[in-house]
């Protein structure tokens, strides 16, 4: 009788140590299952921080590119408006010679024709 006790023990203590030798593997399988996911998890961190840092780099690259863009555009604009100030200067200006021509062609005319009539 003791001796199947004995037996029985030793089949129970064999059964809970092959069932602590899954439980050590299942744990270790968890724990590199763990050690993986969290090496994945820092290598994505690390790529969306690269991302980031690509991204805030465009942006202010392309904020740089706007401001000078938009200096350009001021430039242009008064230039455009200086260019129609000239413009205008000179169409008065042109309004003038022409006036001051028409002046001018009538007191010849009409010195051409005193001079006409004196020769006469």
């Excluded at 996911?37 to 991302?51: A, S």
């Excluded at 008065?92 to 010679?97: A, D, G, V, W």
């Amino acid at each position: 009788m003791e001796l199947l006790k004995l037996s029985k023990f030793k089949l129970q203590l064999r059964a809970l140590i092959s069932e602590l030798q899954q439980l050590k593997e299942l744990e270790r399988s968890a724990t590199e299952e763990c050690n993986q996911l969290n090496q994945k998890q820092k290598q994505t961190g690390e790529e969306f921080g690269r991302k980031l840092q690509e991204l805030q780099a465009e942006l202010a690259s392309s904020l740089d590119s706007q401001s000078k863009l938009e200096t350009k555009v001021k430039y242009l604009e008064n230039d455009n408006f200086l260019l129609e100030n000239k413009q205008k200067e000179l169409k008065r200006t042109i309004e003038s010679l022409l006036q001051s021509r028409e002046t001018f062609m009538s007191f010849y005319q009409d010195s051409t024709c005193e001079i006409k009539r004196s020769i006469k």
